[in-house]
């Protein structure tokens, strides 16, 4: 098993399951095994358009839920004040929980302003809708301008993060800031990261995938959580299997 990351007051697990376009009874399939397998951390989103089978799925799992830390997002056209809102019991609703353990802007819009919407979700937590709040997708200038103005401390950003995408600058500001950075996409888009000489060398001295050593150069950075989306069962013990090597 792999660590926890602790952030503002939040412990996240290290490694957690996406489940961007993931729909149906494939959904509700691979959040349950992934429970069953050993996974406490569950990252869904208003815009995925599968948070009824995400709760399904965690039901199904048969795990308590007090176990498993679930994360949801407010779209970026929803982050208003009395929209974010709305848009959680919404979520909340279809995952039918009474709180999430982390909400999340999904996005940043320049239409509304950062301060309204910071409040907003300060709202929502305040409402009991959330143990804990966060961002997605800021850049460092606006992460610091919604740090500033939360009332709650804000605990993670989550962003795309792999080893063709560098976001040193982000993670630096998260850990200043004592919040945990959330890679999404841990594994890049394709197949041809796997295919550098690098990862494949180190894969074969530590008998490991490539996968494996991927998501375990993501994790034993202090203060990095990823959440590698997988569509096949089988792949989901080896995601998680990264917490006993360097």
Known sequence: MVHSVKANGAEIPAIGLGTW???????????????????RHIDTARFYGNEREVGEGIRESG????????????????????DLERSTEESLGD?????VDLLLIHW???RIEIGDSIR?????????????????????????????????????????HH???DQTKVHDACQAAGLAMVSFCPLARGGDLFD?????????RHGRTPAQIVLRWQVQKPGVVAIPRTRKVERLAENLAVGDFR
């Open 108 to 110: 940043p819009n320049p």
């Open 63 to 82: 795990v308590a839920r007090e176990e498993i830390f679930v994360t949801t997002k407010v779209w970026y056209t929803d982050i208003a004040p009395g």
């Open 95 to 99: 995952l039918a929980l009474d709180h």
């Open 196 to 204: 550098e000489p690098a990862i494949r060398e180190a894969a074969g």
């Open 21 to 39: 376009t993931l729909k149906g009874d494939h959904c509700v399939e691979l959040v349950s095994r992934a429970i069953k397998t050993g996974y």
């Open 120 to 160: 907003a979700l300060n709202s929502a937590r305040a409402a009991g809708m959330a143990r804990h709040i966060g961002v997605s997708n800021f850049p460092t200038a606006l992460l610091s301008r919604a740090i500033e103005i939360s009332e709650s401390p804000l605990v993670a950003n989550q962003v795309e």
């Open 163 to 165: 080893p063709y995408l």
